[in-house]
Structures are given as C-alpha cells and as structure tokens.
C-alpha cells in the first residue's frame, strides 16, 4: 500500500486502532517503567547544550559512578540501546587484526562474535555449554596460546540462559596477560553487585529498560583511563563515528563537545531511575531482586517444572524454566498475555521453542508479579495437558516470601 493510500484508506479504521494495553512485564525486557520516570519524560523541552541540561548530565555522570560501583571510570550513557553499547566498545577499542578473546556461553556473546567479525578482528571464540556459568580454566589455557591478546570480553548476566557469571577469577586471568576486560551488564546493572573498580572491568556497559525501571533506548557505560586512552590513541579513526568512545566522552567530559542530538528526554527519564535505585540503596536493591527471584523459583518447582540454571549460578532477573513434553511453548505464552495480560519471553538460539523466560527486574520484581504469575500458570498448564496441583506454586512462593520477611 502506498503512503497516500494509506493515509486516506488505512487498513484498520481509525475508531478501532489499537492504545497500547497495560501488561505485567515479565519477560527479558523491557520491564515497566516507575511512574517517577515516566513522569520525568514529560518535562519541559531542552537544549542538548543548554547549561542547565550540561548540568543534568553531569548529575547522570555521577549517579552511574555509584551504581557501577567506580570512582576513577568515566560514566555516560550512549544513544541507543544495550546493543549500541555492545558495538560501540567493540568497534572502539578493536582496530583490524587485534586479537579479542570472547567467552561464548550463550546468545549474547554470539552477538559479540559476528560483531568483533564485522571490525576484521582476530576473533578467538570460546564456547561453552548454554546453561552453565563459562569455566576460568578455559580462559586461562587459551590465554596461554596467544601473544598479545588485545581484549577478553564476558556476559556478567545471559539472558538467554538465566546464568550469573561470577567474574573475579576471569578478571584476574584478563589482567595478568595485560589485556582490556570488556564486560556485559544489560541485565544485571541495578539488580545485582557491577564492581566496575574492584573487577579491574576497562568497559561495562547496560541498557536502561532493565534494571534501572527506564525506557529502553540508553546504553549506560563505564571507560576506564587506561581503555580511554587506548580509543584516543588508535591508529585508525573507528568504523562507526556515531559511536566512536572517543568523541562521545569529549561531549560527556568537562568541556561538552558536541557530539550529536542527545535524547533528552530519555536523558532526564534514566536520571529519575538513577535517584530511585540511589533512594532505595544498592543493597536494598539487590536483595529484592533475590527475594522474588527465589519465591518464583520455590513456586515453578512447586509446581513440578524445571529450571534450567544450576542453583549456585542462578540469575535472579531471568528465570527460565524448561517447557514440560507436549505443552505448545507458542499457546502457553499467548494464553498468559491474552487472558491475563502477562508477557514472558521466549528462548534463544539453543534454547528456542524449549525454554520459558520469566524477568524479574527494576520495578516488574514485585511479589504481587510473581503471585500473579504462578496463578495463571496453574489454571493454564492443565488445559494444555500439563497437570500441576492448585494452589501449589503460589502457596510455595508465598511460604517463600514470608520466610524471606522474617
């Protein structure tokens, strides 16, 4: 149909066209978003290099130190969502031919892969089994056959997967052969520990629908001095200038260089969901995540589903559980956001079709959100021949969280 046609015979009238319909955001992102931030969004309009908008940038500068964790790194939040961040790290630190070792176990550092490819990289891929945290020791033999390792990069927390990597003994790894470490916080930045300074992490970068209860469509990232001046001194200008490190820090710096068209309300809604997380404490907040995360889990195996992450590496943002033999993992997933008007997420890669993917993240880790779960689960699953006994996953979950507030 073309443009003009449109617009004179659209294909739905326009009486019936669809509002966006209120949901329980329990998928792998985005999560809903705190009235505060949304709130936030409808300020006044500014100037990307109005002082006073310098000035606000300034304060979303300093409230990423304290949830990253970091005192020296400098903190900014990129135009465009986690994958943005993912490239931009990519494309800036990397020059053709560096060698960068990527710790594969799941979806998103298959990401990682075909981008650091794209660079012309010397690209070392390390896959490990999907569903299990990726084991140090084989970083630190492959570590052994390479000389001049330029970059290592690790998911802290796979969303495909539900795995948490526990991460000092591959940083330590990373910095005895003196290279970058690179690490993925999209899901875990706000909802578990991101010791940037501790980890010795050169780059870390998040997204801001997760976690931190935003929209999506910001990449928060940490750079330390040292990868700073590694992009600064490159041989070759990087591929993308959009998100070239290097100039995007010159406009987040002291001296606000313009860049590009920063979207500003997205800028003012991530510093609203910044004083949240700085209100609620990051302890607080960590520990909310594992409560709920832990009554939904008593409550799926309750009710006789399997989860796929080994207990000692359990995410508490993603949960997934296997789909159960002849249960439509497509109709389960329609059934509970048509009758009920709760998204969860579908597996990825190796998992698609197998795994259901439950979040629990930012302001959708709510006990009521896991109640409200576990209850349409159990009036689901019998009619999709999977028999499960009422009222046990919310009465499991319940015990959980009562235990939890004790």
């Known amino acids: 149909m073309r443009a003009k046609d449109f617009m004179t015979n659209p294909p739905v009238p326009e009486s019936k066209m669809p509002m966006v319909p209120p949901r329980i955001l329990l998928g792998p992102g985005p999560s809903a978003a705190h009235p505060r931030v949304l709130q936030a969004m409808m300020s006044h309009m500014i100037g990307y ?55 594969a176990s799941g979806f998103f550092s298959e990401r990682m892969i075909d981008m650091a490819e794209r660079l012309g ?23 052994k056959r390479h000389e001049g390792v330029k970059l290592v990069t690790v998911v802290h927390a796979e969303t495909s997967t539900g795995i948490k990597q526990p991460v000092d003994d591959l940083a330590k790894l990373v910095k005895e052969h003196d290279a970058l470490f690179m690490l993925d916080a999209v899901t875990s930045l706000g909802g578990n520990e991101v010791a940037v300074d501790r980890w010795d992490v050169d780059y870390c970068y998040s997204a801001t629908q997760k976690c931190l209860a935003c929209p999506p469509g910001l990449s928060p990232v940490a750079l330390s001095p040292r990868a700073h001046e590694v992009v600064k001194n490159r041989k070759n200008k990087p591929s993308s200038w959009y998100l070239d490190l ?65 207990e000692a590496y359990r995410l508490d943002q993603i949960t997934p559980f296997w789909v159960p033999d002849g249960v439509d993992e497509i109709k389960l997933r329609q059934m509970l956001l048509r009758e009920h008007g709760i998204e969860v997420g579908r597996g990825l890669g190796q998992f698609a079709g197998k795994v259901i993917r439950v979040g629990l993240m930012g302001e959708s880790s709510k006990p009521e959100y896991v109640l409200a779960l576990l209850s349409a689960l159990e009036k689901i699953l019998p009619r999709l021949d999977y028999e499960t006994a009422q009222g046990a996953g919310v009465g499991a979950a319940s015990s959980s969280l009562a235990a939890a507030a004790n």
């Open 121 to 143: 990289a010397n690209v070392v891929a390390l896959r490990s089994e999907w569903g299990q945290p990726f084991p140090a020791e084989m970083l630190a033999e492959e570590l």
């Open 246 to 310: 290097a100039l995007i820090a010159n406009y987040w710096g002291f001296e606000h260089v313009y860049h590009h068209t920063a979207p500003v309300s997205m800028i003012l809604a991530l510093r609203e969901g910044l004083r949240i997380v700085v209100e609620e404490g990051l302890e607080a907040r960590y520990e909310r995540h594992s409560r709920n995360s832990a009554a939904l889990r008593d409550g799926l195996e309750a009710m006789g589903l399997v989860l796929v992450a080994p």
């Open 49 to 103: 290099l109005d002082p006073d908008f310098l000035l606000i940038m300034d304060e979303v500068s300093y409230l990423l130190k304290r949830v990253f964790q970091t005192d020296a790194n400098l903190t900014l939040a990129l135009s465009g969502t986690g994958s943005a961040g993912m490239e931009a790290g990519l494309s800036s630190l990397l020059e053709p031919d560096d060698t960068v070792v990527i710790c």
